[in-house]
């Protein structure tokens, strides 16, 4: 699959975002469909076959969470982006079961959102090489990128920076870490600041194989 073959299904009930991402699907080369509701949207991925949805969270009618339902039952492997203004892990957690692979704050940037998108798309290619793991809001090609980060740090390391250095969402990052730090893949560590909250350190314990 190279870039100019990628078929995008946007659903947000603003038009000015449907817009933005059809003008960022022109810059990137892709092919931009656009709905704003969401249970119509989720009937075209069987006819569509879109490589890749973006979704957002507050829709009138069938919300974001809803319709990330739908498609489910329709298609289990294309990549779900949420589009979010609301950053809790709890709403993050949520829509991870539901079948949501990441999520992308709004207001929309265009080069991180464009970055995400080409991330999920590169790991769809690799998705089908992988053994499933069968684990409810666990995509084995998005914990095989965060595996492949944590495997290669040379020190302790934050959520903030798998999330920097894999270009997945935070609320995406913490969920994965607290999956591998359940299988013992991980330990980790609170360092207490002069302020603020502890701050959690994770540091890579197992070798797995590919």
């Not at 659903?11 to 704003?36: C, H, K, M, N, P």
């Amino acid at each position: 699959m190279t870039d100019k073959a990628v078929t995008i299904l946007a659903i947000d009930d603003d038009q000015d975002i449907l817009f933005t991402l059809e003008a960022i699907g022109r810059t990137y080369g892709w092919r931009v469909t656009t709905d704003s509701d969401g249970r119509r949207a989720a009937a075209k991925v069987c006819g569509l076959k879109p490589d890749l949805i973006l979704v957002d969270y507050h829709m009138p009618g069938l919300d974001g969470l809803s319709t990330v339902e739908m498609i489910r039952t329709q298609d289990r492997g294309v990549p779900i982006i949420v589009l979010t203004v609301d950053e809790r892990q709890e709403i993050a957690d949520r829509f991870l079961d539901a079948g949501a692979n990441d999520f992308a704050n709004k207001p929309i940037k265009i080069a991180d959102l464009a970055a995400r998108i080409k991330v999920h798309i590169q790991m769809r290619q690799q998705q089908e090489q992988l053994a499933p793991v069968c684990d409810k809001g666990i995509n084995d090609a998005t914990l095989s990128l965060v595996r492949s980060f944590c495997g290669g740090a040379a020190a302790p390391f934050s959520a903030e920076e798998v999330a920097e250095g894999t270009g997945l969402a935070y609320q995406t990052i913490v969920r994965y870490l607290q999956f591998l730090q359940s299988r013992r893949e991980l330990t980790v560590s609170s360092s207490y600041g002069k302020v603020g909250r502890p701050r959690k350190k994770y540091q890579w314990v197992t070798k797995r194989g590919p």
